[in-house]
């Protein structure tokens, strides 16, 4: 089933969505596709592959250079020595 992945960008996000998708599935949710197969794993597929499962890609953040600290000069003691 993973051959006809539809519009999503790779297997691995494929697999994960339909995963969660059939745990919704297996707990009671309504099917969103009228499938032949009574398994909750294949309609979560098909569902998925017919792009009827809505999710939400994080993008990439931006690469944050790095800053070199800053030098923290000792402070000087107010208090004077006493001999």
């Known amino acids: ?3 006809n992945i539809g519009a999503i960008d ?3 996000r494929f ?3 339909a995963a969660k998708r059939a745990r919704q599935l297996q707990s009671g949710a309504r099917p ?3 499938s032949q197969s009574k398994r909750p794993t294949e309609i ?3 569902e998925v592959a017919a792009g009827l499962v809505k999710y939400d890609s994080l993008a990439q953040p931006e690469r944050i250079e790095r ?3 800053k030098t923290i000069k000792p402070k000087r003691s107010t208090k004077k020595k006493i001999a």
Request: proline share 6%.
């Open 32 to 34: 969103l596709i009228a």
């Open 44 to 46: 979560a597929q098909e």
């Open 10 to 12: 790779s297997k691995f």
């Open 67 to 69: 800053q070199s600290p």
């Open 1 to 3: 089933m993973t051959a």
């Open 15 to 17: 697999i994960i969505l």
